[in-house]
């Protein structure tokens, strides 16, 4: 079971903003780790922009499962795991998270915020807690509430976007991703490999290129 990302994120009108994240990306090739990381960031703030408010979901992809949650005051969070990981632990952070990030940072920064003026640095510690989730779990007595709570589950990240949208099209607009990782994204087509930015390249260029919406 294991944590890769977890980010805090405002959710605008037409786009997400970026106010903290974390990553434990130490599976992940060292040459690769920047792009994956940049793809991250770009998936957890594209989820956030097509969640509704008050909502919380968890986003299939092959092996991986993005589980996000947008407060009703557009606070949102966004944790990305592996299918082992279980879910309830991964809303209980989410929650956890979001409610002392909202204790400690104004609201009046999260629209205009970023990763270097929000002083907020407790998402290190929560990743690498969470990483056991039985040991994550036991020191959090929440999830009554939470259980009662319905999430909804998108198969894929396809699912997510809009008739006529496309994915490709989305990375090389997206302001998340450097020059480099959109042409790896790009030039990515039939290497098979365990790495989360293949795997995300491979599935959805192919399903969407597919038409199955």
């Known amino acids: 079971m294991k944590l890769y990302s977890l980010s805090v994120l405002h959710k605008g009108a037409t786009k997400s903003n970026l106010l903290k994240s974390a990553y434990d990306l130490s599976s992940f090739s060292f040459f690769q ?4 990381q940049e793809f991250m960031t770009f998936t957890s703030a594209l989820i956030v922009e097509r969640s509704a408010h008050g909502s919380r979901a968890s986003v299939k992809e092959q092996e991986y499962l993005c589980h996000v949650y947008v407060r009703n005051d557009s606070l949102s969070a966004v944790v990305i795991a592996d299918s082992e990981y279980p879910q309830r632990v991964a809303f209980t952070l989410l929650d956890k998270v979001l409610e002392e990030f909202s204790r400690q940072v104004d609201s009046i ?27 994550a779990d036991a020191m959090t007595k929440v999830q009554a509430e939470l259980d009662e709570t319905k999430i909804i589950l998108h198969n894929t990240m396809e699912s997510l976007l809009e008739r006529g949208e496309k994915l490709d099209d989305l990375v090389q607009k997206s302001e998340h991703l450097g020059n ?5 994204y790009k030039t990515v087509s039939t290497v098979v490999t365990v790495d989360w930015a293949l795997r995300f390249k491979l599935s959805l260029h192919f399903r969407l ?4 919406f």
């Open 109 to 135: 920064d999260w629209p205009s915020g970023n990763p270097e003026t929000i002083n907020y640095k407790a998402l290190d510690i929560h990743l690498a807690k969470y990483q056991n989730p039985r040991e």
């Open 180 to 184: 480099q990782s959109k042409a790896f």
């Open 209 to 212: 290129n597919l038409g199955y």
């Open 33 to 36: 780790r920047s792009s994956v």
